[in-house]
């Protein structure tokens, strides 16, 4: 928990963990098989009957990307692809 909750590289998690190395394969080793599954569903059965959570979504639009056929599409319809229909 320490390291998602403090944001730090594996290599600063405290020694009193043990091994960063030790604390990175058990991590990767839980995460592929499913071991963390159960424990966050716990947790948030937990926190939703206490209603200490709110179940709200967010999206960052900021990150959205238009298909890559829809950049550089003359208005109008003066592009190829009205020249593909008149044959």
Do not use: C
Not at 42 to 62: G, K, M, N, P
Not at 73 to 79: A, E, L, M, V, Y
Request: aromatic share 10%.
């Amino acid at each position: 928990m320490v390291k998602f909750r403090s944001g730090v590289a594996w290599r600063d998690v405290p020694g009193r963990y043990g091994s960063w190395r030790s604390l990175h394969t058990h991590f990767r080793r839980w995460a592929a098989n499913g071991t963390f599954t159960p424990m966050l569903q716990a947790a948030q059965a937990r926190a939703d009957a206490a209603e200490d959570i709110d179940w709200l979504l967010s999206v960052d639009s900021a990150i959205v990307r238009a298909h890559q056929h829809a950049a550089g599409t003359r208005k109008g319809g003066g592009g190829r692809s009205a020249d593909r229909g008149a044959g």
